[in-house]
């Protein structure tokens, strides 16, 4: 595993100089364009693209798994050495040297700032790393040619130590650059929230492995008060319009290219349609209002497939359903759904309309956000906090109300999707009726019904994120997934390694088959 540097090489000295008077002389040893130390307002946000952009990889994946989309082999929960090639090289070849780089030249400069943000965005990448792959090179990763893969149960426990040491550099000072800092632009506030926010969820992820610390570390940071509580803290990349360089959504850039990317999971579709939930509107697109699944033309557009389905794709580019406004910034739905009844309150045909009278293509509106590719990618959000503090106060006891936190985290994430839909926004009579609904469901069921409740909102609300979704099913076995039509393996506990880094790294060239085998049939250490 090699370095990555965004410093080229240094400058070759030229013993030349320039006269300019008997005094002053030209220093051209120094090329202001091709600097030798590190410049901490470039690597940061290089850093950032780094997390953000690879991280596409193990989403989609990790969405396949979940059952929020269809597409791929992992669909059929099958895996090989080159799935999650390209998000295990993008971090170990360029995020994560990044951050060292950052961590180390700014401790030398006393940019506590810059150290701080890179310690925390070095523990938010390696705790997914963690969740994903399990035992991952991370001790000695960034000096070591063969490094070592280290337990995650250690790292995870290294990781806790280094949020807290972003903590104490912040108090030394804080001086980031607002256009070197993607996430935040430059609030200390903000990353402070997201510190103990990662925090907590990073304790809520290791409660059945370690309950009474998991509690009390949540307790500490509830009573403490300062993590995420409202959606302007969130710690989410914001995606761009721009074709070239492509800065889009990564699900609208291929979702709305010529040949499509996969197919929109059926059981997604199902569940909103039974729950009576307006987000599929927002979450799914449909070509074709007549389209149905094998590609016929006898349903209502919702054309996808269900887990498993292994068929071959026929000629159906213009026919298949394709992510919506939420979260890639695709284009609203508003045709009309003919199965709807007196029943649906809340995902209505109120306002919809309908293609053409010579055929069923819809017509897209492209209003303010609609159609744009500017996204979001969701990573710890005001939301998760609130479905993470119901799922412990149900399991942990933390004395807050559940009820009330699942109710507030719905709402948050409806005032999400109408931040990407502003011309198509969910009303707020809509958003109280439905919680209100949610309310009453909750009331009537006994205390693991509660959790599975809150648990399908949460699923729901991941729409995506895949990732934190594959995290909650591991940890808790909610919401159940739905069974494989045609399944190529057993479901995956882990997500296979980069046969590059097996087949290069001599510390696990000889076990390499074994060991990729175990990351299909062995839980990551706090899975019990």
């Not at 935040?184 to 510190?195: F, H, I, L, T």
């Not at 008060?225 to 409202?230: F, K, L, T």
């Not at 349609?273 to 697109?285: A, E, G, K, S, T």
């Not at 017509?363 to 503090?389: H, V």
Request: net charge negative.
């Amino acid at each position: 595993m090699k370095k990555y540097s965004y410093i080229k090489g240094l400058l070759v000295p030229i013993l030349a100089l320039t006269l300019v008077s008997c005094d002053d002389f030209i220093d051209i040893n120094e090329d202001p364009s091709n600097p030798t130390v590190p410049q901490l307002n470039l690597l940061l946000p290089a850093s950032q693209l780094s997390i953000a952009g690879n991280f596409d990889n193990i989403n989609r994946g990790a969405s396949n798994v979940v059952q929020h989309r269809a597409s791929g082999s992992l669909n059929r929960y099958d895996q090989t050495g080159t799935t999650f090639q390209n998000a295990w090289l993008g971090y170990y070849t360029e995020a994560i040297p990044d951050l060292e780089t950052i961590i180390s030249t700014g401790t030398e400069q006393g940019e506590w700032g810059y150290v701080a943000v890179a310690k925390l965005q070095k523990a938010y990448l390696f705790s997914v790393m963690v969740d994903v792959w399990g035992n991952v090179p991370y001790f000695d990763a960034a000096v070591a040619p063969n490094p070592t893969f280290d337990n995650g149960e250690a790292i995870y426990e290294n990781l806790l130590a280094l949020i807290d040491e972003a903590l104490e550099d912040m108090e030394r000072g804080f001086n980031v650059s607002a256009s070197a800092d993607l996430f935040y632009q430059g609030s200390r506030e903000n990353w402070e929230k997201m510190a103990n926010s990662l925090k907590l969820k990073m304790y809520l992820t290791i409660r059945k492995h370690d309950e009474a610390r998991a509690k009390q570390g949540i307790m500490d940071i509830l009573q403490a008060g300062n993590y995420i509580q409202d959606n302007e803290s969130d710690f989410t990349f914001h995606f761009g319009t721009n074709t070239a360089p492509n800065a889009r959504h990564p699900w609208y850039a291929t979702g709305y290219a010529p040949g499509r990317d996969g197919y929109v999971s059926m059981v997604l579709v199902d569940r909103l349609q039974q729950q009576d939930d307006p987000r599929l509107r927002y979450y799914i697109f449909r070509l074709n209002e007549r389209a149905g699944l094998a590609n016929s033309q006898t349903g209502e557009g919702y054309y996808g497939r269900y887990p498993g389905d292994g068929a071959s794709s026929p000629a159906d580019q213009n026919t298949r359903a394709i992510v919506g406004i939420y979260p890639a910034a695709g284009l609203y739905d508003n045709g009309m759904m003919p199965s709807l009844g007196a029943e649906n309150i809340f995902l209505t045909n109120e306002g919809a309309t309908t293609g053409t009278t010579s055929n069923s293509f819809k017509i897209a509106l492209f209003a303010e956000g609609d159609g744009t590719g500017a996204g979001i990618l969701p990573l710890i959000t005001n939301s998760m906090m609130l479905f993470s503090r119901a799922e412990a106060a149900l399991t942990l006891g933390t004395g807050e109300d559940a009820e009330e936190l699942m109710k507030e985290a719905v709402i948050a994430q409806f005032n999400v999707i109408n931040s990407v839909s502003p011309a198509f926004p969910i009303s707020s009579q809509t958003t109280g009726g439905f919680t209100e609904r949610l309310s009453a469901q909750f009331q009537s069921l006994d205390g693991e019904g509660k959790l599975r409740l809150v648990m399908m909102q949460k699923w729901i609300s991941l729409y995506g994120n895949g990732v934190e979704a594959y995290n909650d099913f591991r940890r808790t076995g909610y919401p159940e997934l739905q069974e494989l039509i045609s399944p190529l393996d057993v479901f995956p506990e882990r997500f296979y390694y980069s046969e590059t880094e097996l087949t290069s790294n001599i510390s696990v060239i000889d076990i390499r088959e074994q060991l990729q085998r175990d990351q299909q049939i062995v839980p990551v250490f706090w899975r019990k």
